[in-house]
């Protein structure tokens, strides 16, 4: 091979090298992400407006009023998020937590066959609905040292629906409407016992005010009589000397 063949052999090799330099530098300036200022990616967050400072929260209804709108379908979806740890059907096996067939009424720590912890084993009595309601807006502020790690469920609406199904999910269910008896009006009783003494007072103090003139009139009439009589006697004398 002479010396022309083997320039043109290094000239196609030096030619396909600067393409392919030309290409991967043109590619980077197309394709490089930009140079973040601090590592990590960016997730996309709900902003939540901050309650105003000495803002209260608004009041929830009582237990009763919400046992009494709930409503057993809706419950059972919401149990979904806690199938992971739980099982709800009779004679389901225990998992992370203890099967909740029939657990309104059950004593605290009575799933056959489960390991409970012992902030759970201290507390006594059944589940009855409001112990349920407490425990399930926060388990470990209802019970410290509970191995629950569920965060919770903050509406009290969603809570009354998920023990309306507990309790329906059992071979005796309890009667809600009893266990959470209604509170009695008393607002209305009081209000209508503080409108008898209203009406009493008009009335016995305008009594009085009737009665003073009726007594001051035969006073101003007495002297008025007398007057004439006392007049007619001199003129009845005058005569009687002629």
Known sequence: MDSFELNKVL??????????????????????????EKPGYEIAVQEQTAAKPGAQAPAEE??????????????????????????FAKGEPNRVGPNLYGVV????????????????????????????????TNPRVAIPGTAMTFAGLPRGKERADVIAFLNHNSDHP???????????????????????????KPAASGAPKAEAPKAEAPKADA????????????????????
């Open 223 to 242: 002297p008025k009589s007398e007057a004439p009589k006392a007049a007619d006697a001199p003129k009845a004398d005058a005569p009687k000397p002629q």
């Open 62 to 87: 009582p237990l009763g009023q919400r046992l009494a709108s709930a409503d057993i379908k809706r419950g059972e979806a919401s149990t979904k998020k806690c199938q992971a740890c739980h099982t």
């Open 105 to 136: 009424g059950r004593k605290k720590d009575a799933a056959p066959g489960f390991n409970y912890s012992a902030a759970m084993k201290k507390q006594e009595g059944n589940w009855t609905p409001e112990d349920l309601d407490h425990f399930l």
């Open 174 to 200: 309890e009667d809600l409407a009893k266990l959470v008896p209604a509170a009695p009006p008393a607002k209305a009783a009081g209000a209508a016992g503080g409108d008898k003494p209203q009406d009493a």
């Open 11 to 36: 000239g196609a090799v030096l030619g396909t090298c600067l393409a392919l330099l030309s290409l991967n530098i043109a590619a980077g300036a197309l394709f490089t992400p930009p140079h973040q």
